[in-house]
């Protein structure tokens, strides 16, 4: 049987990162990264019609460097709460595809932009509804829009599920880190699985320090 040695680290990435799942962090920063309002008289948002406010997270401290979106809205926000992180394996399986088809236009090699980050949490929120933008808790129409860019994250959001549904991969890209805080919504987060070049040339560099440490002692006893 023949593997992928890209597809093999990866793999091995990834269970080395959840193998410390039961690390928490505490102490998190949480604050908004940007906010877009959006208003359309024909949408509704999770029981709320017309508008809601669209924030992505940035959250800080204790190790954790990293863009969060809210994957529990009908809870409110509060940015004052106590975040801890939690590695985790995403079994949806359109989550996984809208990040791996669309985080990159969010942030890109650090560059952020705000409208897509915004369409992004609308169709996060849609994969975890119905998947359908005309029915169920969300609605989002791409027209009629009152404020400045509703339309164009409308449509980036309807492009990046149509993204997500129609892929046929099983992610390992990223690895999820969900965050929670008593009294306050839960956000996901991702971080980046390095290439396989850099864990192969990792596991070198470790093989080559264990083959040193282990020839220190002989060349100490030489001297002696």
């Given at each position: 049987?023949?593997i992928?040695?890209?597809?093999?680290?990866?793999a091995a990435?990834v269970?080395a990162?959840?193998?410390f799942?039961?690390?928490?962090?505490?102490?998190?920063t949480?604050?908004?990264?940007?906010a877009?309002?959006?208003?359309?008289?024909?949408a509704?948002?999770?029981?709320?019609?017309?508008?809601t406010t669209?924030?992505?997270?940035?959250l800080?401290?204790?190790?954790?460097?990293t863009?969060a979106?809210?994957?529990?809205?009908t809870?409110?926000a509060?940015?004052?709460?106590?975040?801890?992180?939690?590695?985790?394996?995403?079994?949806?399986?359109?989550i996984?595809?809208?990040?791996?088809?669309?985080?990159?236009?969010?942030?890109?090699?650090?560059?952020y932009?705000?409208?897509?980050?915004?369409?992004?949490?609308?169709?996060?929120?849609?994969?975890l509804?119905?998947?359908?933008f005309?029915?169920?808790?969300?609605?989002?129409?791409?027209?009629?829009?009152?404020?400045?860019?509703?339309?164009?994250?409308?449509?980036?959001?309807?492009?990046?599920?149509?993204?997500?549904?129609?892929?046929?991969?099983?992610?390992?890209?990223?690895?999820?880190?969900?965050?929670?805080?008593a009294?306050?919504?839960?956000?996901?987060?991702?971080?980046?699985?390095?290439?396989?070049?850099?864990?192969a040339m990792l596991?070198?560099?470790?093989?080559?320090?264990?083959l040193?440490?282990?020839?220190?002692p002989g060349k100490?006893?030489?001297?002696?």
């Amino acid at each position: 049987m023949t593997i992928n040695f890209n597809t093999a680290v990866k793999a091995a990435a990834v269970a080395a990162a959840l193998a410390f799942s039961s690390v928490s962090h505490a102490a998190i920063t949480v604050q908004t990264k940007s906010a877009l309002e959006y208003y359309n008289e024909d949408a509704t948002f999770f029981g709320t019609p017309s508008a809601t406010t669209i924030t992505p997270w940035t959250l800080s401290g204790d190790g954790v460097n990293t863009l969060a979106f809210c994957i529990d809205p009908t809870t409110p926000a509060n940015d004052q709460a106590g975040y801890s992180g939690l590695l985790t394996r995403q079994s949806n399986s359109a989550i996984v595809g809208l990040y791996e088809t669309s985080y990159s236009k969010v942030l890109n090699n650090g560059v952020y932009n705000a409208n897509n980050a915004a369409a992004f949490q609308l169709a996060l929120w849609e994969t975890l509804d119905d998947k359908d933008f005309a029915h169920g808790k969300l609605q989002l129409p791409t027209t009629g829009g009152v404020l400045d860019d509703n339309d164009v994250v409308a449509g980036i959001a309807h492009g990046m599920l149509s993204n997500a549904l129609a892929y046929t991969g099983h992610g390992g890209n990223y690895v999820y880190t969900e965050y929670t805080a008593a009294g306050s919504q839960t956000l996901l987060g991702v971080s980046a699985v390095p290439e396989a070049d850099s864990w192969a040339m990792l596991v070198a560099g470790l093989g080559l320090l264990g083959l040193v440490a282990r020839r220190k002692p002989g060349k100490s006893a030489s001297f002696a």
